[in-house]
């Protein structure tokens, strides 16, 4: 019986270990991704920037927008000022969607969750939804949504589950005292 225990022991050791190598060989895939990334999107910068200059260089007076430069980790939120944020413009149904044509549009933003807990950290009085919404956009987070007041709800509902967030009907949600 000791004979048989020392064998699965042996196995899962095995294993354990084959785990750990293709764990290793993951993580090195995953940081040569990230830094072709990196590369490919300094590479878009410079190629957006001499368009810019050529247009210049042609009189045409309104060049498109440069993307910002790609970051090389997890950036905090900065303080958006009204130069560097575009203000949010609702389209029809009441969404607040803003974007632009750069495939880093998403990279490496702070997440939604951090964006909404700035804001009722701030709040005064309780918010409703809409207002929260409005505010993130402003606090400079980028979406694409078309329903984006939908996405702050529902991520308003789950944060509820793990935060002190509360929410009372024709009130709105805010930070519960602890």
Known sequence: MSTSLFELIRRQEEQLAELRRRFEEKQERLANLRAKRDTLLA?????????STLMTELGI????????????????????????????TPPSNGAFATGDADPSYYFEQ??????????????????TAKMIAQQVIA???????????????????????????????????FLAKE
């Open 61 to 88: 007076t309104n060049p498109p927008e440069l993307p910002s430069a790609p970051a090389t980790g997890p950036q905090p939120a900065a303080t958006p000022t009204s130069s560097t944020v575009a203000q949010p």
């Open 43 to 51: 590479q878009l910068h410079q190629l957006d920037h001499d368009i």
């Open 139 to 173: 606090a400079g987070y980028r979406t694409r949504s078309r329903h984006f007041i939908n996405v702050v709800q529902n991520t308003l509902r789950g944060m509820m589950n793990q935060l002190p967030i509360t929410f009372e009907k024709r009130v709105g949600y």
């Open 110 to 127: 702070p997440r939604l969750q951090d964006f909404i807990m700035d804001v009722l950290k701030q709040a005064q009085t309780p918010l």
